[in-house]
């Protein structure tokens, strides 16, 4: 089986954070490591459905789970989220470069009206 590209692990991170309740989750498992029994606590839903949820977690990389005597405890792979930073940072700065060309020509279209209502000023 080959790697999967990181243009599938990037989809299926953003898909597995489409949900309210696994973007919860995956708050709540950056404070401290949790069992899908105490994750199910706040929820109204089974701990079968929240089972579901990590399984997308663990699917997208987000999460992973470990084996401590009779609990299997849940963590948050956080390197993850460097992958989507370097996403989203790569489209961050190419919109900001837009508005500086923006600002720069808005700038410039200014500075000729300025130039132009002078020049017409003094014709008068």
């Known amino acids: 089986m080959t790697a999967p590209q990181p243009d599938d692990r990037l989809n299926r991170v953003f898909a597995a954070l489409s949900d309210p309740i696994r973007r919860d989750i995956v ?15 706040p929820y109204e839903v089974s701990t ?14 987000l999460v992973s789970r470990s084996r401590d005597a009779q ?3 849940c963590h948050l792979e956080a390197e993850v ?11 961050r ?3 900001e470069e837009r508005f ?5 020509l808005l700038a410039a279209m200014d500075d000729t009206d300025t130039q132009d209502t002078r020049e ?4 008068s």
């Open 27 to 41: 708050a709540r498992l950056s404070l401290a490591d949790a069992t899908v029994g105490e994750l199910a606590e």
């Open 100 to 104: 500086t060309r923006l600002d720069a």
């Open 93 to 95: 700065r190419q919109a």
């Open 71 to 73: 609990k299997r405890p």
């Open 120 to 123: 017409e000023g003094a014709a």
């Open 48 to 61: 079968q459905a929240v089972s579901k949820h990590l399984k997308v977690l663990e699917d997208a990389g």
């Open 81 to 91: 989220f460097d992958l989507m930073t370097k996403w989203i940072e790569r489209y």
